[in-house]
């Protein structure tokens, strides 16, 4: 019986599926998120084409612009993996850099969607205006918070980093921020293709 | 009852990761797909189905390579598989379902 009672190493972060419960966390959040976007985009294609007055998005949507934009936020997806590589083999010079140059394509790509919902207000299209304005305002403005809210906490891991408080043994902290980085990155995808690129 | 450290000691949250040559290869996958997915905007007379049919192909594609290399999800346990495929087929049916509400589906033409 004192056998069974010898020091044993458990992590109060392991639960009994075995995984993280701070990953599981995000993971079951990011689901829940999925189910958020779903109905701001279903409810943006239920209404697309049903504006009584316009503009309307054929009139008004820059694809270029945006192109270039959803280009730097796939590219940041790219930088956040290279960070999380660079803190997991306790490269932390690197780790850095990695880091701020993601919160760096993230703010670039929050700058555009300001230029692009500032351009449109000037030509006339605004929360009230319309359906397409509704329910464009409220889903790449959500999406746009979720960008900001990235920025953040990139912003903070990477000062955690410079302070010399993040190491390799923080490399899950990393991985579940790229996870929430990640997701809006997908969500930009969609949006993209679904509301910019379909005609 | 097996009380041994082994049978306590943390589960690796990673499974193992993507090698950084694995992650530069998805990036200009993703890179050239979007220039496609762009690009098939700019062809003159391609049939708006087709368009269509290849946006969402394209954009499909992007997303599932983001999910499971950036994301990790090929290499990580099954379970958060479930937890994030089993709320994006709710999200996905639900979009479906509003579309179908409001006689609003893509391909059909509308004034």
Redesign the interface.
């Given at each position: 019986m004192a056998?069974?009672?010898?020091a044993?190493?458990?992590?109060p972060?392991?639960g009994t599926?075995?995984?993280?419960h701070r990953?599981?966390g995000m993971?079951?959040f990011?689901?829940?998120e999925?189910?958020f976007?779903?109905?701001l985009?279903?409810?943006y294609?239920?209404?697309?084409?049903?504006s009584i007055n316009g503009p309307g998005p054929h009139e008004i949507l820059n694809?270029p612009l945006t192109?270039v934009s959803?280009?730097v936020l796939?590219?940041s997806?790219?930088l956040?993996?290279?960070a999380?590589?660079a803190v997991?083999r306790n490269d932390m010079k690197w780790g850095k850099i990695w880091l701020f140059l993601t919160a760096v394509f993230g703010a670039g790509f929050v700058g555009f969607q300001i230029f692009e919902f500032t351009h449109f207000v000037h030509l006339g299209l605004t929360l009230q205006t319309n359906l397409f304005g509704s329910t464009f305002f409220v889903l790449t403005g959500f999406h746009g918070a979720h960008v900001t809210g990235g920025v953040i906490w990139l912003l903070a891991m990477w000062w955690l980093a410079v302070r010399g408080r993040l190491g390799p043994q923080d490399s899950?902290k990393v991985?579940i921020c790229?996870?929430y980085w990640?997701?809006v990155?997908?969500v930009w995808?969609?949006i993209?293709?679904?509301i910019y690129?379909?005609? | 009852?097996d009380?041994?450290?082994a049978?306590?000691?943390?589960?690796a949250?990673?499974e193992g990761?993507?090698s950084?040559q694995t992650?530069?290869r998805?990036?200009v996958v993703?890179?050239i797909l979007?220039a496609i997915?762009?690009g098939a905007?700019y062809v003159p007379g391609l049939p708006?189905h087709v368009?269509?049919t290849l946006?969402?192909i394209?954009?499909t594609m992007?997303?599932a390579l983001?999910?499971a290399?950036?994301?990790?999800l090929r290499y990580d346990?099954k379970?958060?598989t479930a937890?994030?495929v089993?709320?994006?087929v709710?999200?996905?049916l639900?979009?479906?379902?509003?579309?179908a509400?409001?006689s609003?589906f893509?391909l059909l033409a509308?004034?």
């Open positions: 056998a069974e009672h010898v044993v190493f458990h992590n972060n392991i599926t075995g995984l993280d990953k599981m993971w079951a990011l689901g829940s999925c189910m976007f779903g109905s985009i279903g409810t294609l239920a209404y697309k084409g049903k694809i192109s959803a280009f796939l590219m997806s790219l956040m993996v290279l999380l590589a997991q899950l991985e790229g996870l990640h997701f990155d997908i995808i969609v993209f293709a679904l690129l379909i005609p | 009852m009380s041994s450290p049978a306590h000691a943390p589960a949250h990673d990761h993507a950084v992650y530069i998805v990036a993703l890179a979007t997915e762009i905007l708006k368009l269509v946006i969402l394209f954009g992007k997303f983001v999910v290399f950036f994301m990790h346990n379970v958060l937890l994030f089993g709320p994006l709710i999200a996905t639900i979009i479906l379902a509003i579309m509400l409001f609003a893509l509308r004034g």
